[in-house]
T-cell receptor
């Protein structure tokens, strides 16, 4: 089946630093979504991307839909302690949304 | 703001017992999903549901699992005879994918299932 490779698996950064994570696949996706999950809660949608090459921002977050439609990245600028959590990418093929394995972000004040 | 709601938030059951997890998707959404997340692992697709029938399902969604939309608002996941390895967080999600919408996926808060 389709698989998304998300990296890095985890990141330990200092408050104020920028963060970058990405997802790649051998499959072509119609939509890329980025989520944040806090412990014990459901994933919360951060950014949705619909077209190849699209670059979208949501506050300090910026994400791009790769030109080949097989990859996407998420950048977080000037990280703050509340950015801590697990970030997931998700790609849509047809009506199915497939998730990456997550990037666990830790931010040191 | 419309949201996906799930009940119960936590259920503890004995191995072999039947469990029903309930969800109320966002009211104008047409696609409904169940996902599973074992502690510390990725979110895994179980099944999607559209127009009162299963649209797609994964290898995880075997004969022990079933879904139903018993009325106009609820969407349920039934596990017929629970196994220890069914212990996980189960997330319901819904999407406005149909009807020309581009499709965003919104999750509920999850139901934690513990099988003893």
């Amino acid at each position: 089946g389709q698989q998304l490779n998300q990296s890095p698996q985890s990141m330990f950064i200092q408050e104020g630093e920028d963060v970058s994570m990405n997802c790649t696949s051998s499959s072509i996706f119609n939509t890329w979504l980025w989520y944040k999950q806090d412990p014990g809660e459901g994933p919360v949608l951060l950014i949705a991307l619909y077209k190849a090459g699209e670059l979208t921002s949501n506050g300090r977050l910026t994400a791009q839909f790769g030109i080949t439609r097989k990859d996407s990245f998420l950048n977080i600028s000037a990280s703050i302690p509340s950015d801590v959590g697990i970030y997931f990418c998700a790609g849509r093929i047809g009506s199915t949304f497939i998730f990456g394995s997550g990037t666990r972000l830790s931010v040191k004040p | 703001e419309p949201e996906v709601t799930q009940t119960p938030s936590h259920q503890v059951t004995q191995m072999g017992q039947e469990v029903i997890l309930r969800c109320v998707p966002i009211s104008n959404h047409l696609y409904f999903y169940w996902y599973r997340q074992i502690l510390g692992q990725k979110v895994e697709f179980l099944v999607s549901f559209y127009n009162n029938e299963i649209s797609e399902k994964s290898e995880i969604f075997d004969d022990q699992f079933s879904v139903e939309r018993p009325d106009g608002s609820n969407f349920t996941l039934k596990i017929r005879s629970t196994k220890l390895e069914d212990s996980a967080m189960y997330f319901c999600a819904s999407s406005d994918l149909a009807g020309g919408h581009t499709g965003e996926l919104f999750f509920g808060e999850g139901s934690r299932l513990t099988v003893l």
